[in-house]
């Protein structure tokens, strides 16, 4: 089953960390400048936005950005031929697989995840007679992040007493309730919790908190996320080099107010670094490894047709050394194509511009190898021709 790679997931963490993103997000005016380098059509690429875009807020965020920048190099370097009508399994991070259902809920004009819990009495804490919504909007969702941000350990994980200043501003949500919506997210019960869990479990806080009741269970989608492995896009970087900003919600009654207002996180500085050459490195690497192969199929062939010739004269000979000087000068290329990964920062090693000059060369001497050998496959015939004369 194809993967994210962990040289990927770090060479499209520098490529997003480089476009100075806001808030953890990059916006399309960011990322137009690196996706049109790929030279890829217009309209592939607005496909590949809106699959990545899984929460439909604008923006990408790294996980989403690492989905576009690997369905881009896929499509560059001919591994995928069709963009997909959807993400495939092994594309979809956890912390986003209820948004891909509810998306899809949406769309079917349905509501995803409802509670099953069919006890509609009051239970004495004012709970309304309320199915429990899923559903997590993006302006409650930035206000998730900025708790999870100042709560987070330098390992992306958070504690249980980590968020105990927040319950104490959650009025009229009894301990029982808060300890059993972190039982919900949290069914291995380990010390500490994740992102995509920590979202969750403050989403149920939030709902409880407007008298809404505890779910008893959650959804499928997010009892496997919870419960097994799911890739790994190396959040833990993300979480430890850029923390979002916490921007307080000055209505009075908001739901994490007065947290926020005591751990507002401040996110560090990026340093402004110029990547467009790195960019258009990764794409010309992506097509010269494609034409390498061309022609390397393209020798192959040549190399078939001079062995199904019956006379094998000076003409052979003379071919197969050209052949032959070909081959290693391919090599040579190919050599110089797997230090280009290595040595992008060496002003000493060659320039793309002349190993592109170089390919196009090979090229073309491989045309005037197979011109010549249909000349003298022509001349043979006459030969032929002559001698059954």
């Given at each position: ?36 380098n790929s030279q890829l059509a217009d309209d592939k690429l607005a496909k590949i936005w809106s699959l990545s875009d ?42 986003k697989a209820h948004l891909i259902q509810a998306n899809a809920a949406v769309g079917m004009g349905k509501n995803i ?34 708790i999870y941000n100042s709560a987070t350990d330098r390992f992306g994980r958070v504690k249980f007493d980590g968020l ?226």
């Open positions: 089953m194809p993967k994210l790679e962990n040289w990927e997931i770090k060479k499209f963490w520098e490529i997003f960390n480089g476009l100075s993103p806001a808030d953890g997000k990059l916006g399309g005016d960011k990322v137009s400048a690196v996706f049109k899984i929460d439909q807020d604008g923006n990408l965020d790294f996980e989403e950005f690492c989905i576009a920048m690997k369905l881009i190099f896929d499509t560059v370097n001919g591994s995928m031929k069709d963009l997909p009508e959807s993400l495939p399994p092994w594309l979809i991070p956890g912390s995840g409802t509670s099953a819990d069919d006890d509609d009495e009051d239970d004495g804490y004012g709970i309304r007679d309320m199915n429990f919504d899923w559903y997590i909007s993006p302006a409650d969702k930035t206000t998730y992040e900025n105990s200043s927040l319950y104490d501003d959650l009025d009229g949500v009894p301990k029982t309730d808060i300890s059993s919506a972190w039982n919900l997210v949290n069914p291995k019960q380990f010390e500490t919790i994740d992102k995509d869990q920590c979202l969750v479990y403050l989403h149920i806080l939030n709902q409880r908190s407007k008298g809404k009741k505890v779910p008893s269970s959650v959804p499928a989608t997010l009892r496997a996320t919870f419960s097994k492995e799911v890739p790994d896009y190396n959040l833990q970087s993300q979480q430890e080099k850029m923390q979002a900003t916490a921007q307080a919600n000055k209505k009075k009654g908001g739901f994490g107010e007065g947290y926020l207002s005591k751990y507002g996180s401040v996110s560090e500085p990026t340093k402004e670094i110029d990547y467009s050459d790195a960019e258009s490195v990764e794409w010309e690497e992506a097509r010269l490894r494609k034409k390498l192969i061309e022609l390397d199929n393209k020798i192959s062939k040549t190399e078939r047709e001079i062995k199904s010739k019956e006379n094998g004269g000076s003409s052979t000979k003379e071919t197969s050394i050209t052949k032959y000087e070909l081959e290693q000068l391919l090599k040579y290329k190919e050599g110089q194509l797997r230090k280009l990964r290595s040595n992008n920062n060496d002003p000493s090693h060659q320039s793309l511009s002349s190993l592109t000059a170089d390919v196009n060369e090979i090229e073309q001497q491989v045309n005037v190898l197979q011109q010549y050998l249909q000349d003298k496959q022509r001349e043979l015939s006459e030969l032929r021709q002559q001698v059954q004369a």
